[in-house]
């Protein structure tokens, strides 16, 4: 019954009434007076049978207006109107026979229970004053000393009971401002566990950006260093060994080996100028991915002398800038596969947005070879001398590229079938910022 008891959570509001104590001990006390009365009293006519009806009428009361209408006690007004008809009825009894002053209990506990501050207060007091009128019942009410004692008992019934309640609100007031406080440190620290994923999601991503402007940083000063020294020292070789076949014919016997150190020489400058494109990502800071392709495909093909068909297939989506370098880098050492030893006729090279992932795939019709099972083992075990096209290290580096984004790349190719490899990142997911 009292589970439809949800008074409002305010100063005023009393608490959830103990079903017991509000629904058993008040019919417990006025059957046991009834009893009493009944039983201290012969029937002697309408004054006993006047007790027993209003015994009744209090039992009557209780029930039809609390005990069969729960609903009722959330309102104030009701709460009110009952608690009243139930002190009128209580000192009517009391009025009748002291006795009764026994009953006087059940309205205590209904005020306590339903009545809200400050009207508990006068509740409690006005059932005092009836427990009072009780108590002093048997005093000669005639003579000013027993009007005073009678005067003194009352008050002394209200002033106790009304301080109890004052002293019970006290403690009402002290367990609601412990659940307010409760609730705010409740409140607080949700706000502090937020703020503090908050500052470990803004802490993990200031430390991701500054390991990768270190690792664009070192890259910038690799490529320095290699353009200032290395091929600039080449550079300089492949100039004085042409100077000097300008100014003196290269003997017979020379020759051959004059025309290795300069094909060295030109190999060299080749790789160390692909090297120091493979360091910078300067294509991608001021072009999209398919711009930037497109450029590095151009550069190859007039390089070694072999077009390059660039298709790009879909709408540009969101990627992350690690992603672009990764798939930039990755054509880059197919190309430079292909030219060292395809000795392919046609190549072509597709950029693909999908709906979750962007693809890349270099294709050419070269002499193909046998791919190598790069897996994890070989990877980790770096194994010097797997059997591919070069040695194995740079399909290692670009397959670590790949699977570091969370993407996968794959090799298909057979001797005398041309060559093609596949890498797919996935895209940001939609909303998002690169």
């Excluded at 026979?97 to 409690?124: E, H, K, M, N, S």
């Excluded at 620290?189 to 690792?215: I, M, P, Y």
Aim: net charge negative; with cysteine.
């Amino acid at each position: 019954m009292n589970s439809r008891w949800r008074p409002e959570c305010s100063a005023s509001a009393p608490q959830e009434p103990p079903f017991l104590l509000v629904t058993v001990v008040p019919y417990t006390l006025l059957a046991a007076l009834t009893v009493l009365r009944v039983a201290r009293e012969p029937l002697e006519g309408g004054s006993l049978l006047v007790d027993l009806g209003l015994c009744a009428l209090a039992a009557a009361w209780m029930l039809g207006m609390f005990t069969l209408r729960p609903a009722s006690w959330e309102r104030p007004a009701a709460t009110t109107v009952f608690f009243t008809g139930l002190v009128l009825i209580t000192a009517i009894l009391v009025v009748r026979d002291p006795a009764f002053g026994l009953f006087t209990p059940a309205p205590y506990i209904y005020a306590f229970t339903l009545l809200r501050w400050p009207w508990r207060l006068l509740g409690v007091a006005a059932t005092a004053v009836v427990a009072g009128t009780a108590q002093a019942s048997t005093i000669d009410n005639t003579t000013w000393s027993g009007l005073t004692l009678s005067m003194i008992i009352v008050l002394a019934n209200v002033g106790l009971m009304g301080g109890t309640a004052w002293v019970l609100r006290l403690a009402e007031r002290e367990d609601e401002q412990r659940e307010r406080t409760l609730t705010e440190l409740n409140r607080a620290n949700r706000l502090l566990e937020a703020t503090l994923a908050e500052n470990a999601g803004l802490h993990a991503q200031l430390l991701a950006q500054a390991r990768e402007a270190g690792v664009l940083d070192e890259r910038r000063r690799m490529a320095r260093e290699i353009h200032d020294t290395l091929a600039q020292g080449l550079t300089g070789i492949i100039a004085q060994l042409q100077a000097a076949e300008q100014m003196h014919e290269v003997p017979a016997q020379w020759r051959r080996p004059f025309d290795a150190v300069k094909g060295l020489a030109r190999e060299s400058l080749a790789e160390a100028r692909r090297s120091v494109d493979a360091l910078r990502p300067e294509p991608l800071e001021t072009s999209p991915l398919s711009d930037a392709l497109a450029d590095v495909c151009d550069r190859w093909s007039r390089l070694h002398g072999l077009a390059v068909q660039v298709t790009t297939t879909g709408t540009a989506r969101p990627m992350t800038p690690e992603a672009e370098f990764a798939l930039l880098r990755t054509a880059q050492e197919a190309l430079a596969n292909v030219a060292k030893h395809a000795r392919a006729t046609r190549v072509g090279v597709t950029l693909s947005y999908l709906e979750h992932e962007v693809a890349l795939d270099v294709r050419d019709d070269g002499t193909g070879f046998e791919p190598p099972d790069l897996d994890a083992r070989t990877i980790a075990n770096g194994d010097p001398n797997p059997p591919t096209r070069d040695g194995g290290f740079g399909l290692t580096i670009m397959r670590q590229r790949v699977e570091g984004l969370s993407g996968s790349l794959r090799i298909e190719s057979e001797p005398g079938s041309g060559t093609g490899i596949s890498a797919r990142v996935p895209l940001l997911p939609a909303g998002s910022r690169p």
